[in-house]
């Protein structure tokens, strides 16, 4: 994995991905920016057309780790854009548009021409367009409303940019830090038990979760010695069905893995997190980073906890939310349903060995890594879900 910075649409965003990762495949299933389409993924269609330091680049052949430290503008960023909205408008009068998968490309790409050429020729229009593919309007409207922006605005006196931002020459992301990128490579080898922290980048970055749930439970222990726990990391651990961990734990960096089976379906993903905490507040956030090398999916997560007191300071009820963003193959299948239900049941294995560790017990997990029982997990959910069926057919619930 390979931390990457960059400024997309005016924010600042640091992202660990793997080093074949795409710029295209980083802002569509990091970064949620869903308006840079993919098409071809040769770089021939153009739909996937992005800014890279104000110049249109094919983001779907670029790998994102050339582009460390660069400034990316996509389509959403151009929402307030003058020229994009005048393109858009003109797109519009001119019916420059059918299906419209191609039209974010589209604008990216003509924003430029407008930019650049000094006068509205049809022909350097049509050149300029020439990489970006349509299989709708057959061109003539795109043409048209490209033409009239450029009329427009050399009517209003706003000169041309010869060069349109471009200072250096060289492939998307030339200039930038991304040039000792090699440096920061995982190594070649085959990646063995040994060579797991090459997995995880050094520093754990923060993120926003795709997904975010909210559970809670509740033990009969106060508040102060459920925190206390809290802090043994090794403990809280053999708690969590599934996790191992290697090394010595320490706060700010916390290696090792959680193991999962369900049915045909299982993942093991190695990574790391770092640990706060708000004792002034009894709360506290995990957040890591792991990547299943099987399936070649990564996953962040972040667990936020707050304890908050009950019956009178003799029990505690813990109030988790647990985000998360999942890519690779793992994500086709990860249905936000069956995450929530699975990890209603993680939470709930999870009390009960907190509970048990707090009175001095042994956790019914093993400290090594354990699959989870996938059978009974999945028999679970159907278990569940008919009973929520049945209780909106006979509008009522209850058990029989």
């Known amino acids: 994995m390979n931390t990457v910075e960059l400024t997309v649409n005016k924010r600042n965003v640091q992202r660990a991905i793997e080093p074949r990762t795409s710029l295209a495949d980083m802002m569509r299933d990091t970064l949620d920016l869903t308006g840079t389409h993919l098409g071809c993924e040769h770089g021939v269609c153009g739909a996937c057309t992005i800014l890279v330091d104000g110049v249109p680049t094919r983001s779907c052949i670029t790998f994102a780790t050339a582009c460390d430290g660069a400034d990316i503008t996509t389509i959403e960023g151009l929402d307030s854009d003058e020229i994009a909205t005048e393109l858009r408008a003109a797109f519009t009068r001119e019916h420059a548009l059918q299906c419209g998968y191609c039209t974010p490309g589209m604008l990216v790409s003509a924003r430029d021409l407008v930019l ?211 890519t690779g193959m793992l994500a086709q299948v990860g249905r936000s349903d069956l995450v929530r239900d699975l990890a209603t049941r993680l939470v709930a294995e999870f009390a009960g060995n907190l509970d048990r560790r707090l009175s001095g017990g042994t956790p019914s997990v093993p400290t090594a890594a354990a699959d989870l029982n996938g059978i009974s997990l999945v028999f679970g959910l159907f278990r569940d879900r008919a009973a929520r069926m049945l209780q909106r057919f006979t509008g009522h619930g209850g058990a029989t």
């Open 116 to 326: 650049r050429l000094p006068e509205a020729d049809e022909k350097a229009i049509r050149v300029g367009m020439s990489g970006n593919l349509c299989r709708c309007t057959g061109y003539v409207g795109i043409v048209r409303a490209v033409k009239s922006v450029i009329e427009a605005r050399r009517a209003r006196d706003i000169a041309s940019e010869p060069n349109a931002g471009r200072t250096v020459l060289g492939p998307a992301g030339s200039g930038h830090k991304a040039c000792t990128v090699s440096e920061k490579l995982a190594p070649t080898k085959p990646i063995t038990t040994e060579a797991t922290a090459a997995i995880a980048p050094l520093a754990i970055p923060d993120f926003t979760p795709s997904t975010v749930m909210e559970q809670s439970f509740t033990v009969a222990h106060p508040p102060a010695k459920v925190f206390a726990l809290f802090d043994d990391i090794a403990a809280v651990a053999s708690c969590l069905p599934g996790a191992t961990l290697t090394g010595t734990p320490r706060p700010e960096r916390v290696e090792g893995g959680i193991k999962v089976k369900i049915g045909p379906i299982s993942a093991n993903f190695d990574g790391a997190a770092r640990v706060e905490r708000d004792e002034a507040h009894l709360a506290g956030r995990i957040i890591g980073i792991g990547n299943d090398q099987r399936s070649r999916s990564t996953t962040q997560g972040e667990i936020r906890y707050r304890l908050v007191p009950e019956a009178d300071g003799a029990a505690t009820r813990v109030e988790l939310a647990i985000g998360y963003s999942l």
